[in-house]
């Protein structure tokens, strides 16, 4: 472990203090080449209680699609192949419409190919997997758009597994991780036994560890969740500062955007700290993993999270945080914790029931005490909404029923009547409803609720849930001075779209931090003698349990 100079501690600070309130993972980050913080936080096993450390193992996620992209280059400068080589070379008898589809095109997700041929871990061989993609229709003429596709990514592992005449990760392990001194990356070649393997968590669920999947899964592959640590990443990223593995020339080609800010295998993105190096990754089961280089500053972050935040995929929610930190802003931070809780959580949870009927259920999960509303007026109150806020939410509530409402009888004029700026967007709003149309074939429509946006700031989103015979999707709209400012789909692991996070301060008061949105509330908790009787918010508001 390792924590030093006053960015260390900041940082660390930060992240020991939003672990009781939902984080779990690792960090690492240097300056100037010099590690000022290596820590593990949260637990890795939470069955057996065992704490995530600094030689913690995690889930890369599409991180790895840089060890595929770098495989890529080590071949060319070794003249085995060039980025400019059509995968016919590599693949004879490709149908025709796939025969010029270039390595660079695969490299930077413009060749047209689908994103996904299976789930992940299921047992998938090369051969079958390569010829789904290979017989997959196009999504366009390649090298005249962009479409994100891991199967792309699988296309080139298996060019490197041709090319190398070895298997992909033993050429990985030869040519790029040894070499940089890197003895804990790879799928399954290194010796992970006397290490902490960091379970994957969805809200409950606990997803076990990669090691524990079907292998090999050709539907993963070169795209995805490949096992490193922080000092691993550290030590490829030193790597690439020299030429002792790739040569400038082609990190050259790696580092230059094309389409959507992508290079090869990293993203390149200019910032207000100068240019930025990046991937992230994530997985439905929790895991999560942020790499972001700035080489102009010389800063370097890896961040890994080994469970999700109430459905959200976690390093989204710490990436601009971590970054106002890094760089000199403050960001608000969750009250200190007391050293021993001052009351048992489990005394705690129960219903607790508003004024006007509106529901809250706490239930203890993951050693904190879990607040989730069941409806809007208890969404409101956890928020701690004034009197003009609450109109305010109440009112873009029965907005968005009257609107999806309309939507879903096949009338989308007030959905479109409500844009900030129709002309220009109702042409991607509408291709947006036909999507989510098409996708579910919906019959029945719920408005969910409204809160603060996830998306844009100073912004509320409403998430309205359209449920066809077997599946459903969210319509969210988001909105700001009483207009539709953005709308997209998503998909929600429950119906809770808000879920508080609370911790006690003393026997007789509580806080929530919500890390999304950087809130902390506070509420007193009612007692007579040795019963509960409710919590008072800031607004002088009692929920009075049941």
Not at 199 to 212: A, C, I, K, S
Not at 227 to 239: G, I, Q
Not at 446 to 472: D, H, K, N
């Amino acid at each position: 472990m390792i924590v030093q100079g006053e960015l260390g501690q900041r940082l660390d600070d930060y992240l020991s203090r939003i672990t009781p309130f939902g984080f779990a993972g690792g960090c690492l980050l240097a300056k100037d080449e010099r590690i000022l913080l290596n820590k593990g936080y949260g637990l890795a096993n939470r069955a057996q209680k065992v704490p995530n450390d600094a030689q913690a193992v995690f889930s890369l996620g599409s991180v790895t699609k840089q060890f595929t992209a770098a495989a890529i280059m080590k071949l060319e400068m070794l003249g085995k192949l060039h980025s400019s080589d059509p995968i016919s070379k590599f693949f004879p008898g490709v149908l025709t419409d796939k025969a010029n589809i270039t390595l660079h095109q695969l490299l930077t997700h413009t060749a047209g190919l689908l994103n996904y041929t299976g789930e992940d871990y299921e047992m998938a061989d090369k051969e079958e997997t390569v010829l789904k993609i290979l017989e997959s229709e196009l999504l366009f003429p390649p090298g005249s758009d962009y479409e994100y596709s891991n199967a792309g990514y699988t296309l080139l592992a298996a060019v490197v597994e041709q090319v190398a005449q070895r298997p992909y990760e033993q050429f990985l392990q030869e040519q790029l991780f040894t070499p940089a001194g890197m003895h804990h990356t790879g799928y399954r070649l290194p010796d992970w036994s006397e290490m902490n393997v960091a379970h994957w968590y969805n809200d409950r669920n606990d997803f076990g560890t990669p090691l524990e999947k079907a292998y090999p899964s050709w539907n993963l592959l070169g795209n995805g969740d490949m096992l490193s640590t922080t000092e691993d990443m550290f030590r490829w990223h030193m790597a690439l500062l020299g030429d002792g593995i790739l040569s400038d020339e082609v990190k050259q080609k790696m580092y230059t955007p094309e389409q959507r800010e992508y290079g090869y295998g990293w993203r390149i993105v200019e910032t207000e700290y100068g240019r930025c190096l990046q991937h992230n990754g994530a997985s439905s089961h929790g895991s999560s993993a942020l790499f972001r280089r700035w080489v102009d500053a010389d800063v370097t972050l890896m961040l890994f999270c080994n469970t999700d935040y109430h459905g959200d995929v976690l390093i989204m929610t710490l990436q601009e945080p971590l970054e106002a930190l890094i760089f000199g802003d403050g960001v608000p931070l969750p009250p200190k914790l007391p050293a021993t809780p001052p009351c048992p959580l489990g005394s705690l949870a129960g219903k607790y029931q508003l004024p006007d009927g509106g529901l809250v259920q706490t239930a203890v999960q993951n050693s904190a005490l879990q607040l989730t509303p069941t409806n809007q007026t208890g969404l409101n109150w956890l928020l701690g909404l004034d009197a003009a806020e609450t109109a305010v939410y109440n009112q873009t509530l029965q907005q968005t029923e009257t609107i999806m409402a309309a939507a879903l009888a096949g009338n989308t004029e007030p959905l479109l009547a409500a844009l900030n700026d129709r002309e220009r967007r109702t042409l991607g709003v509408l291709r947006t409803w036909e999507t989510l149309s098409q996708a579910i074939q919906p019959t029945e429509m719920t408005v969910l609720g409204v809160r603060p946006s996830l998306y844009m700031p100073e912004a509320i989103e409403a998430i309205a849930q359209f449920r066809g015979s077997e599946e459903s999707l969210c319509f969210v709209t988001i909105w700001r001075g009483g207009e539709n400012v953005g709308v997209l789909l998503t998909e929600l692991a429950n119906e809770a779209i808000f879920t508080a996070v609370a911790q006690p301060i003393t026997a007789n008061s509580l806080a929530t931090y919500h890390l999304a949105y950087g809130q902390t509330h506070q509420f007193q908790v009612l007692r007579e003698g040795d019963t509960i009787v409710g919590f008072i918010s800031e607004q002088n508001i009692l929920a009075r349990c049941l």
